[in-house]
């Protein structure tokens, strides 16, 4: 009884130790078409609405780059956009701010040397412009830093190391709210300032980060010349201007590190990659921690090494509750261009701050004043315009006669061109229509069409049109798609839609958008596996046909020459058309993947009504058997049924009814049970049906009747393709530590049972009067 107790114990504490991963966030490989940046590290980027703008980097030492790349995470497509003004030199090591809808790059370094130099790109007109300082502070050159805005115009740098081997440990702010006169546009005006500060500073580091979360900076991990340090956490409060005493360590806590990245979601601080360079063996990580702001305690995310590698010098950035890395090497080893996205399932954190709604679920809606994915991030104008402009996005817009970040300059424009006109940076008037003079001081306003009679004229000569009417001369009677389906404002003819809702009407929500997601990943992921298999394919034939041409001309008679030539010839027609049909299903995975972006999406969709539905013919078109005309078998089919607008199924794409193939048509594969047809094993050749299977379903599945019937984590006609995201699957190096463990705890608790068994004997039989 005693050792079935102790078997009990070992399998319930096994049983725990595996529970405990259940509660990781998941990881997931994004596919990225388009023009995909190089392979690099040491770059910067910011998340501007949905995308994710990327500048810089190095590649192995070797490449520096200075070129902007985008990625849009709704169509999953890079772009390299074209680019005006004066381009900063090539760098990595920098860091990238964003203000507004600006990026401020400070500092990096090349082979030639350090920058201190400050660039600001506009993220919507694909603009640089450079920064002039002003005052006398001039910083030295620095590379690995870190920076923070703390949403009053001012960029925390902390750290970093000089071109002369010094780690720096200083605190450095770049003030961008500068006033006065600036009129050259293709500057723009800012000054270091050097902050007195107070308490005990960390030792100077690089590689590390600083992340703000309510007011306090919060700087992990770097290398500090005599190596990384376990739990090297400090906390700078920006009220108090004050290093704070160095909080406790509590286990457990993140490995020592450099080159990860840290993130603000919510109250926690996310924590991801690295490497330990101290160790004789660098070891780099692919691990997420997450930091509680209000305990101060770290606890474990994710430890799936499969969808994020190893590396450092990457790059996070949250858009929507998700975290999008890009990115990273593996020390001098290896590195990456590839996108990998974390869930964490909390979209809305810590209640939006405080600062906003969750709206339906999906996405924080900050009030005004605040700004981020988690709503904490300050939003403010600079001296907020001077009162003589609006604020939106913390970038002023400017009334008519002045000029600047702040608004602050005045142009001399004659008579302020008596209201009559605008007034333009040369201090010249342009007189609007029915003015004229240079004041524009003669006249009377003129409106074309004299608005139709659904408008009046004003002072600017402009059409102020009646509600419900629009255009230059207010000839456009505006009427918005269905009323925007209460899901949106109507502004301008055109349906502005709230979080969660999409299309021309806001017919389309957050379900169905998921769903044709889902739909586009997998079939373009399928034909994509496909394309490569045939690639192969054609490569193989390529060579072989090449030998028996070879061996063509050492053939010893005219007829095996010719026969071998004819062979050769064959393989090598076959070689080609393999390759055509791998570059149409590489074209056929980008256009279904391109069916993510908005507009084309909508093109899927019936919104003749509110209650938007899936056309049957698009449904199709997102399924890898439309692209290979390869419905497989009579019976019917059941398929996943596409939500609707109203949250309910579509109960007329229940079934869809399949006609035979010909058999030399391939065939559907789907997701096999390991009792289905017998027990399967992993790797081993299996036996093919009669009818027989591409490519012997590539190892990963059983074939019978012509169909695949993959192993879990495969999908496609041949199980070539792996799943993006396995539901309730454990990474293999997670689930061997789950198993080590407890197998461990259950060794211990076996051995502790024995021994307390083996005293009890000893006792017994000491009482019975024998020695023992």
């Not at 760098?91 to 920058?115: C, E, K, P, Q, V």
Request: hydrophobic share 30%; proline share 5%; with cysteine.
């Amino acid at each position: 009884m005693p050792k079935m107790r102790c078997l009990l114990w070992s399998v319930l504490l096994a049983g725990l130790v595996c529970i405990s991963a259940a509660a990781e966030w998941k990881w997931t490989r994004l596919p990225g078409d388009g023009t995909k940046p190089a392979t690099r590290a040491g770059h910067s980027a910011v998340a501007v609405d949905d995308t994710l703008v990327v500048f810089g980097g190095v590649m192995l030492d070797v490449k520096y780059f200075n070129d902007i790349n985008v990625y849009d995470t709704n169509a999953r497509r890079w772009s390299q956009p074209k680019i005006t003004g004066e381009v900063p030199e090539e760098r990595a090591g920098h860091t990238a701010t964003l203000i507004g809808g600006d990026m401020y790059i400070f500092g990096g370094s090349n082979n030639f040397g350090s920058f201190s130099d400050v660039m600001r790109y506009d993220t919507k007109n694909h603009r640089w412009l450079r920064g002039i300082p002003q005052g006398t502070l001039r910083p030295v050159g620095r590379s690995n830093h870190a920076a923070v805005y703390d949403g009053n115009g001012r960029i925390y740098i902390y750290g970093g190391y000089t071109q002369e081997g010094k780690f720096l440990s200083d605190i450095l702010i770049i003030n961008t709210f500068v006033e006065g006169d600036w009129i050259d546009a293709t500057t723009f005006p800012f000054a270091f300032e050097q902050p007195v500060v107070s308490g005990q500073a960390p030792p100077g580091r690089e590689s590390h980060t600083m992340t703000l979360s309510k007011n306090k900076l919060y700087v992990v991990g770097g290398y500090t010349g005599t190596g990384v340090k376990d739990h090297d956490l400090w906390v700078f409060d920006l009220d108090e201007q004050k290093w704070l005493p160095k909080p406790p360590a509590q286990e457990p806590f993140p490995g020592q590190r450099q080159g990860h990245t840290a993130l603000r979601h919510g109250n926690d601080i996310v924590l991801a990659g690295g490497c330990d360079v101290t160790r004789d063996v660098a070891l780099c990580y692919s691990d997420v921690w997450a930091l509680d702001t209000v305990g101060m305690r770290w606890s474990w995310r994710s430890t799936d090494t499969v969808s994020l590698l190893p590396r450092q010098g990457h790059t996070a950035n949250f858009i929507r509750g998700k975290m999008y890395i890009f990115g990273g090497c593996r020390m001098s080893v290896e590195c990456y261009n590839d996108v990998v996205v974390l869930d964490t399932k909390e979209p809305c954190p810590a209640d939006c701050g405080g600062h906003g709604t969750c709206a339906y679920g999906t996405v924080c809606q900050c009030q005004s004043g605040w700004t981020g994915h988690d709503c904490l991030d300050r939003e403010r104008c600079p001296f907020d315009c001077n009162g003589q402009g609006s604020c939106h996005r913390g970038q002023c817009t400017c009334n008519n006669g002045y000029i600047g970040a702040s608004c602050y300059t005045e142009i001399p424009c004659p008579n302020r061109c008596s209201n009559h006109g605008a007034c333009l940076p040369d201090a010249t008037c342009q007189c609007y229509l029915g003015y004229h003079g240079a004041s524009c001081e003669s006249g009377s306003p003129v409106c074309l069409n004299d608005c139709s009679g659904h408008g009046t004229c004003s002072e600017k000569s402009e059409c102020i049109c009646h509600e419900g009417y629009g255009g230059v001369s207010c000839e456009q009677q505006l009427v918005c798609p269905l009323g925007c389906c209460n899901h949106g404002a109507c502004e301008g003819g055109k349906c502005k839609c709230v979080p969660g809702f999409i299309g021309k009407s806001c017919a389309i929500n957050e379900d169905q958008k998921n769903y044709v997601f889902k739909m586009t990943d997998r079939t373009s992921a399928d034909l994509r596996a496909e394309a490569k298999i045939k690639r192969d394919e054609a490569s193989q034939s390529k060579q072989l046909a090449k030998e028996l041409l070879a061996d063509a001309d050492r053939a010893p008679t005219t007829a095996e020459a010719r026969n071998l030539q004819a062979k050769g010839n064959g393989l090598e027609i076959d070689a080609e058309a393999l390759a055509k049909q791998a570059e149409e299903l590489e074209k056929r995975g980008s256009l279904v993947a391109g069916y993510r972006s908005p507009d084309k999406m909508e093109s899927l969709f019936d919104t003749s009504t509110c209650d938007a539905k899936l056309k049957p013919d698009m449904l199709q078109l997102l399924s890898a058997e439309h692209h290979y005309q390869a419905p497989q078998t009579d019976e019917s089919v059941q398929k996943p049924m596409p939500p609707t607008s109203s949250g309910t199924a579509q109960p007329r794409f229940t079934s869809l009814t399949l006609q035979n193939p010909p058999q030399s048509s391939p065939s559907q594969g789907r997701s096999a049970t390991p009792t289905e047809f017998g027990i399967y094993k992993q790797g081993k050749q299996l036996k093919v049906g009669e009818s027989g299977c591409k490519h012997n379903c590539n190892d990963r599945g059983i074939c019978k009747d012509g169909v695949c019937y993959c192993e879990p984590g495969y999908h496609g006609i041949a199980c070539a393709a792996e799943d993006l995201v396995t539901k309730k699957s454990v990474p293999l190096t997670w689930a061997v530590a789950i198993a080590v463990s407890a197998l461990v705890v259950s060794m211990i608790v076996t051995a502790t049972c024995i021994q307390i068994g083996a005293r009890r004997r000893a006792r017994a039989t000491q009482e019975m009067g024998y020695k023992v």
